[in-house]
């Protein structure tokens, strides 16, 4: 089991620049591939960036390549998502997540463990 807490959300201006947290609890975090999925109301959630359990493998959306960067310390059990050049169109509530896997048919990622949820709002 492991408990997600995220911070970092707010209001930025278009072109402005934030950083997320995720700390999680136990002492099985760097078991865990990490990641950070995003949603906006009446859509579902999506997937925008994940890195390995060592943090040497990471993956992104097209939508944020090049402008996000994850990462991850294990000693301190957190992860982070680092965003700049924000749009309007990345508002949305950003969800940690752990364990996530990729299934082999369909390349679905299913997660078991979610934070509560950060909200980031990019004004223009």
């Known amino acids: 089991q492991v408990q997600l807490v995220e911070s970092g959300g707010g209001l930025v201006q278009a072109g402005g620049s934030l950083r997320l947290s995720c700390a999680a609890s136990?002492?099985?975090?760097?078991?865990?591939?990490m990641g950070w999925f995003r949603q906006v109301p009446g859509k579902e959630r999506e997937f925008v960036a994940q890195?390995?359990?060592?943090?040497?493998?990471?993956s992104y959306a097209d939508s944020v390549k090049g402008r996000f960067a994850i990462s991850r310390d294990n000693a301190k059990n957190t992860v982070y998502l680092q965003m700049n050049s924000l749009k309007p169109e990345d508002t949305a509530i950003y969800y940690c997540?752990?364990?996530?896997?990729?299934?082999?048919?369909?390349?679905?990622?299913?997660?078991?463990?979610w934070g509560q949820g950060t909200q980031v709002t990019v004004s223009s």
């Open positions: 997540a752990a364990d996530i896997t990729i299934r082999p048919v369909g390349g679905v990622r299913t997660v078991d463990y």
């Open positions: 136990g002492r099985t975090f760097d078991s865990y591939v």
């Open positions: 890195i390995s359990r060592s943090g040497s493998s990471t």
